[in-house]
T-cell receptor, first 114, second 115 residues
């Protein structure tokens, strides 16, 4: 079946602009995670949804970052007033939401802020 | 709090040689442990995981890892490296038990395989 998909695959924007990154999880997966991977680093957790609600948003770096999952499926990560330091690969993962909760990752969106 | 340390950001082996990638974790609760592989310009793919039960875990592509609680380690091994194993490997930990939650990743180890 289809895996986790993310769009766009690449996004180039200018400092100060607003961007939206989309994640389509595996059908039937109730849990959805966003991570950020900077060059030479492992993925870092941003936010986790169980259904429509954010169960844990402790990884969001500041209030410029926001994510939604209004119908419990597709999720959008929104970044306001982008900064050059936001440049990274943004990864989405989904899982069934039942322990041991194996997470399946999408290919990521590479965000470049000029 | 939980954390993961991967020793060696870059490991190089010859084709046919043993692969050993090291991972040590810190966790105040029983952990679940994972190894993921990332090929260039691709997403993370699960290699294997330890949750409960047998401490020697076998994964895809001939890889295996052993959970050693006394050493807080979860090293990844493969008896004979293949050129196609060249990739970046990430060890990750999360809370065990019935809870869900995010993964905490190490910084990764890039594996090179020489012909």
């Amino acid at each position: 079946g289809a895996g986790v998909s993310q769009t766009p695959s690449n996004k180039v924007t200018e400092k100060g602009k607003y961007v939206e990154l989309r994640c389509d999880p595996i059908s039937g997966h109730t849990a959805l995670y966003w991570y950020r991977q900077s060059l030479g680093q492992g993925p870092e957790f941003l936010i986790y949804f169980q259904g429509t609600g954010a169960a844990d948003d402790s990884g969001l770096p500041n209030d410029r970052f926001f994510a939604v999952r209004p119908e419990g499926s597709v999720s959008t990560l929104k970044i306001q007033r982008t900064e050059r330091g936001d440049s990274a690969v943004y990864l989405c993962a989904s899982s069934l939401g039942v322990s041991p909760d194996t997470q399946y990752f999408g290919p990521g969106t590479r965000l470049t802020v000029l | 709090a939980q954390s993961v340390t991967q020793l060696g950001s870059h490991v190089s082996v010859s084709e046919g040689a043993l692969v050993l990638l090291r991972c040590n974790y810190s966790s105040s609760v029983p952990p679940y442990l994972f190894w993921y592989v990332q090929y260039p310009n691709q997403g993370l793919q699960l290699l294997l995981k330890y949750t409960t039960g047998a401490t020697l875990v076998k994964g895809i592509n001939g890889f295996e890892a052993e959970f050693k609680k006394s050493e807080t380690s979860f090293h990844l091994t493969k008896p004979s490296a293949h050129m196609s194993d060249a990739a970046e490997y990430f060890c990750a930990v999360r809370r065990g038990g019935g809870s869900q939650g995010n993964l905490i990743f190490g910084k990764g180890t890039k594996l090179s395989v020489k012909p």
